[in-house]
């Protein structure tokens, strides 16, 4: 090989090389600052948070959650993909071996919320934006995970850290996100659902399909978040006697516009349902400043 095509070949490799390693970092989701000073609770006794954070402008998507699978999923160990993602209600799928899995959204899926996913592999998904994507841990980050057992973060303590942590977000912090709104007229207070509305917004309610993220534009939170009413029944980290926290309502049969309100919400059994999802918030860092 001459000098020139040693160099071009050089040259060659080190692209391929920057483009791998681009391709390895996945876009983040979606996030909006939920700042100002600490904030009285609600009359639910819900909303109250002392420190600025971030948190999902949508629900994670399966665009966002087949990129994580892709990284870190080859073999299904602890159960991230369900074959149902692939069904009616589902937006991956799944093609090769166990050890050599690999994932793809549906056509017309990637903008929609991911689903058929427990409150752990939310939080095992959060552990691997903490940790940078690509190969990073799924066991260790904001939460630790040991033998089937979670250990809850202080949401606090990460919020005046350097590090950026991402999590589920607390209730409150999933709470005031939602209904709380500093420039209400009257003054600083709640709304009723989470569309600076007390009257029921637009949503994605009993429609028996998922929609795009924001598909209701008009729907948005005093912040800047979507579908936190209506779409998939959201995860938050309360977690009570073995069950988690659940809020929201979502696009199944039977949900209604009483379940987006802010006085609506459930501790359930972690389970993966097609209109149970998950949005993430963000703590430390530059949202501590």
Excluded at 202 to 231: E, L, M, R, W
């Amino acid at each position: 090989m001459s000098i020139k095509n040693s160099i071009w070949a050089t040259a060659v490799c080190t692209l391929m090389v920057a483009v791998g390693a681009v391709q390895a970092q996945t876009a983040l989701p979606e996030t909006v600052p939920v700042g100002g000073p600490a904030n009285k609770a609600d009359t639910t006794g819900f909303g109250a948070v002392a420190y600025a954070y971030k948190i999902g402008k949508y629900e994670v998507t399966n665009a966002e959650f087949a990129a994580f699978l892709n990284a870190v999923n080859k073999t299904n160990t602890h159960k991230l993909y369900d074959a149902r993602m692939a069904s009616e209600y589902g937006g991956i799928t799944r093609g090769g071996d166990a050890g050599s899995y690999t994932y793809a959204v549906k056509d017309g899926w990637g903008k929609k919320p991911v689903n058929y996913v427990t409150w752990e592999s939310a939080v095992r998904y959060t552990n691997w934006l903490s940790n940078g994507q690509g190969k990073g841990d799924t066991e260790a980050g904001s939460y630790t995970i040991n033998d089937g057992k979670v250990t809850v973060p202080d949401h606090a303590k990460l919020a005046a850290g350097k590090e950026t942590r991402w999590v589920l977000p607390s209730e409150d912090e999933w709470y005031k996100a939602a209904y709380y709104d500093p420039n209400k007229p009257g003054g600083a207070d709640y709304w009723k659902y989470p569309a600076k509305s007390d009257d029921e917004p637009a949503a994605n309610i009993n429609t028996n399909a998922p929609s795009d993220g924001g598909f209701h534009a008009k729907a948005v939170s005093p912040y800047g978040t979507y579908d936190q009413g209506g779409n998939m029944w959201e995860y938050n980290d309360s977690r009570k006697g073995g069950k988690v926290g659940l809020r929201g309502g979502s696009f199944y049969i039977n949900d209604n516009a009483g379940y987006m309100r802010s006085g609506t919400r459930y501790d359930v059994l972690s389970a993966k349902w097609p209109n149970y999802g998950f949005r993430v918030a963000v703590l430390g860092g530059s949202t501590s400043k």
